[in-house]
């Protein structure tokens, strides 16, 4: 695995902005392959502290958000970064015009888009000159929308990164579950459904790169596995109505 998914918001209380972002930046640091991973974050969502989520794509903020990640990442250029989510009160286009200037500034080297529609996708890769890399949305088993905009990044040549890809999945062994095949052809691989689930999703097109979470050593490694499992055509397409 070569690829590390962040944001400054990955943190709990409200002083404690880009606390994921440090810890990387130290793993790395002391890893002897570091250099290797693309660290790719994201600015434009805000932890105030209580629980909840807020916007602000305003360009001054992300701008001043790009400033504070690649501090505390200790890079020159930020490898991806990523604009987490429109947001309702700035029109897109000059949240988009702020990732270009810090593009065209050499403050990141790729850019990206996160929880973004067809129409936002279409919008961000003309403000960008074609340089839009990446698409970060919800997709798995449990959370389906995204395969327009899916098709839309296998169709245009840029990376689509399927957030929390194994929802619904833990839950796919217990009786009724809708999501039962994962379980059955899991079995019959002799793997776990999440390897089987990661699996279906890297067949979907070249390029997913899907972005499991976990906190284990042996969870990651298990997922790391699927990148070797390969599904039959009869496979996939059962689960793609599971
Ligand atoms: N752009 C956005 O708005 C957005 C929103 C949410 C998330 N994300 C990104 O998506 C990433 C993943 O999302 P997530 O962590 O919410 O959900 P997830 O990847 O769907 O699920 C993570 C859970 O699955 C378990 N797991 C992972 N691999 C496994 C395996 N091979 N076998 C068994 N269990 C396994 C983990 O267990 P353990 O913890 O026990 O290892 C953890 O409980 C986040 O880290 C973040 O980078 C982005």
């Excluded at 689509?160 to 194994?166: R, V």
């Excluded at 999440?194 to 979907?204: G, I, S, T």
Aim: aromatic share 4%; proline share 7%; net charge negative.
């Amino acid at each position: 695995m070569t690829l590390i998914d962040t944001a400054d918001a990955y943190h709990r209380d409200a002083d404690e902005v880009g606390h994921n972002e440090t810890l990387i930046a130290k793993a790395l640091a002391s890893h002897d392959r570091g250099a290797d991973v693309l660290v790719a974050t994201k600015g434009g969502h805000l932890r105030p502290g209580d629980g909840s989520w807020t916007l602000d794509g305003s360009p001054r903020h992300l701008k001043a958000a790009c400033e504070a990640s690649l501090r505390r990442l200790g890079v020159e250029a930020i490898g991806l970064y990523q604009f987490h989510r429109p947001d309702p009160r700035v029109p897109y286009a000059e949240s988009v015009g702020a990732i270009r200037d810090l593009l065209d500034e050499g403050k990141i080297r790729m850019a990206g888009i996160s929880n973004a529609n067809p129409e936002q996708i279409r919008q961000a890769g003309d403000i960008l000159g074609g340089r839009l890399v990446s698409v970060q949305n919800q997709f798995s088993p449990a959370f389906r929308s995204s395969e327009p905009e899916l098709r839309l990044c296998d169709e245009l040549g840029i990376a689509f990164l399927p957030w929390s890809p194994l929802g619904g999945i833990s839950r796919a062994g217990e009786l009724g579950s809708s999501h039962a095949p994962f379980a059955r052809i899991a079995e019959a691989h002799g793997v776990g459904p999440q390897r089987v689930c990661l699996a279906w999703m890297l067949a979907k097109s070249p390029v997913v790169v899907p972005i499991p979470g976990a906190s284990r050593p042996e969870t990651i490694r298990d997922s790391a596995a699927a990148v070797d499992l390969t599904l039959t055509p009869e496979e996939l397409a059962e689960l793609d109505g599971a």
